[in-house]
T-cell receptor, first 111, second 115 residues
Framework: KQEVTQIPAALSVPEGENLVLNCSFT??????LQWFRQDPGKGLTSLLL?????REQTSGRLNASLDKSSGRSTLYIAASQPGDSATYLCAVAGGYQKVTFGIGTKLQVIP | GAVVSQHPSWVICKSGTSVKIECRSL??????MFWYRQFPKQSLMLMATSNEGSKATYEQGVEKDKFLINHASLTLSTLTVTSAHPEDSSFYIC???????????FGPGTRLTVT
């Protein structure tokens, strides 16, 4: 059974700082890994999708990496802004189209 | 492309009533749709998988008579929470997978509050 862990559970940083969110998973036989953003009381916004054959994906100030063999992914946010404050979820797609979510990292960027 | 919508985005209902949530794939045909729910401070958990024209497959611990799932067309799946209780208050999200593809595209979610 796939288990997805996100560390830290919460993070508070001053505006402008670069930061890294971590995601680890127990079963390396994955199809893809996706990072989402969830604002309080709102739905999911897809940020980056990394296929199992890829090592990283970039979108603007966001960069996600994937190391399938070690069961790890990181989401790097450059020059953080208060608008980046949200909960970031990692989701791993494995066999039989089963997607397993982490519990998320709650990020607060302080102006 | 690959947009999934949900309606409503939030709903408040009284205990004992039923509420229906719709999930639509707007620009592709979804042979498989998935329903997840998220309780406070917990991760999203898969409730059931539905294939167009057939009965849904429910995950262990999910009551199929309480959470009725219908996937009558290739672009629409519905989740009906029957006889809702306050403990059913949660965030429900669907995803859809195109024909002959593996990716799941997620809807924005529906927040259900049962009073």
């Amino acid at each position: 059974k796939q288990e997805v862990t996100q560390i830290p559970a919460a993070l508070s940083v001053p505006e402008g700082e670069n930061l890294v969110l971590n995601c680890s998973f127990t079963d390396s036989a994955i199809y893809n890994l996706q990072w989402f953003r969830q604002d309080p009381g709102k739905g999911l916004t897809s940020l980056l999708l990394i296929q199992s054959s890829q090592r990283e994906q970039t979108s603007g100030r966001l960069n996600a990496s994937l190391d399938k063999s070690s069961g790890r992914s990181t989401l790097y946010i450059a020059a953080s802004q208060p608008g980046d404050s949200a909960t970031y979820l990692c989701a791993v797609a494995g066999g039989y189209q089963k997607v397993t979510f982490g519990i998320g990292t709650k990020l607060q960027v302080i102006p | 492309g690959a947009v999934v919508s949900q309606h409503p985005s939030w709903v408040i209902c009284k205990s004992g009533t039923s509420v229906k949530i719709e999930c639509r794939s707007l620009d592709f045909q979804a042979t498989t749709m998935f329903w997840y729910r998220q309780f406070p401070k917990q991760s999203l958990m898969l409730m059931a998988t539905s294939n167009e024209g057939s009965k849904a497959t429910y995950e262990q611990g999910v009551e199929k008579d309480k959470f009725l799932i219908n996937h009558a067309s290739l672009t629409l799946s519905t989740l009906t929470v029957t006889s809702a209780h306050p403990e059913d208050s949660s965030f429900y999200i669907c995803s859809a997978s195109p024909r002959e593809a593996y990716e799941q595209y997620f809807g924005p979610g529906t927040r259900l509050t049962v009073t």
